[in-house]
C-alpha cells in the first residue's frame, strides 16, 4: 500500500501500525463524489456516446417488409384495389395478330398434351434444301426459331406447374428443329464454297469483268461466234482430208 500511496497519512499508518494492507480501507471511496439522481426525464434519460450519426435507412428492411422510416407521397392517395369478378372488369380489345400470339399454338394454350406435342414430322435434310431458294431458307430458318420458342415457352410453364409430363416430348421436337437449322448451314455453306470457286475462275478468266457496272456486259468472248462454230481439227486429220480431196 505504500507503493500505492507513499505520500498519505493513510499509507504511512497502514505500513508501520495499522492492520494488513490487504485489510487496509480503500482511498478511492472518499475521492469519489455522488452522482446526481433525478426522476426528471431529461435527466433520467440514458446518456449514449455516439461518434458517428445513424444511417436515415437503419432499420428498413425489405424482406421483414418494416416500411419506409418517413412518409411518402404516394402514402396520401389510396392503393388502387383489384377486381376480382370478371363481369365486372373492362375489356381490353387484343389484336388477334399480335407477335406474342406467337409463342402460342393456334388454340392459345400455354402447354399442350404429350400427344399434341409428339405429333411432328422428321426435319428437313440438306438433299432437299439443295434444291430450295434462298428466300426459302431464309422463311424456314425463322419458322424453326419461332418454333423453338415456343417449345421453350411451353417448357417454362410446365416447370412452373410442375406438371411433370411433357418433357421429353419437347426435348424431341425441339431437337429435330435444330437439325433442320443445321441443315440449312450446311447447304449455305455449300453455297459459299461453290461462288468462292467461281470468283476466283471469273477473276483468272480475261473473258469476264468482275467490276462491270450494273446493266453493262460482263462477259465479253475474245472469239466471235463463227470462229467458235468452226470445227476444230487435229494436225494429222486436216493432212489427211486435204490429200484425200
Not at 3 to 25: C, E
Amino acid at each position: 500500500m505504500s507503493r500505492i500511496l507513499p505520500n498519505t497519512r493513510l499509507g504511512y499508518l497502514a505500513s508501520r501500525n495499522g492492520p494488513p494492507v490487504f485489510l487496509a480501507p480503500s482511498p478511492f471511496l472518499y475521492c469519489q463524489t455522488p452522482a446526481s439522481f433525478s426522476t426528471s426525464s431529461p435527466v433520467a434519460q440514458r446518456r449514449t456516446r455516439r461518434k458517428h450519426a445513424p444511417h436515415p435507412n437503419r432499420g428498413v428492411s425489405a424482406l421483414r417488409r418494416t416500411g419506409l422510416r418517413n412518409p411518402v407521397e404516394m402514402d396520401k392517395y389510396p392503393l388502387p384495389v383489384p377486381v376480382l369478378d370478371p363481369e365486372k372488369r373492362s375489356k381490353v380489345a387484343v389484336d388477334k395478330k399480335h407477335g406474342l400470339w406467337g409463342f402460342f399454338r393456334s388454340d392459345k394454350k400455354a402447354l399442350n398434351t404429350p400427344e399434341e406435342t409428339a405429333a411432328f414430322g422428321r426435319p428437313w435434310v440438306v438433299e432437299e434444301l439443295r434444291h430450295k431458294s434462298w428466300e426459302d431458307l431464309h422463311s424456314l430458318w425463322w419458322i424453326c426459331c419461332k418454333e423453338r420458342n415456343l417449345l421453350a415457352t411451353q417448357a417454362y410453364e410446365r416447370d412452373r406447374l410442375k406438371a411433370g409430363f411433357g418433357e421429353a416430348e419437347i426435348l424431341e421436337r425441339n431437337r429435330a428443329a435444330r437439325q433442320t437449322q443445321k441443315a440449312i448451314k450446311h447447304a449455305l455453306t455449300e453455297r459459299y464454297y461453290a461462288f468462292e470457286d467461281a470468283r476466283r475462275v471469273a477473276v483468272a478468266d480475261p473473258e469476264v469483268d468482275l467490276e462491270a457496272e450494273p446493266g453493262t456486259q460482263a462477259y465479253t468472248p475474245i472469239y466471235s461466234d463463227e470462229a467458235a462454230l468452226e470445227p476444230q481439227y487435229p494436225v494429222n486429220q486436216r493432212a489427211s482430208n486435204s490429200s484425200a480431196a
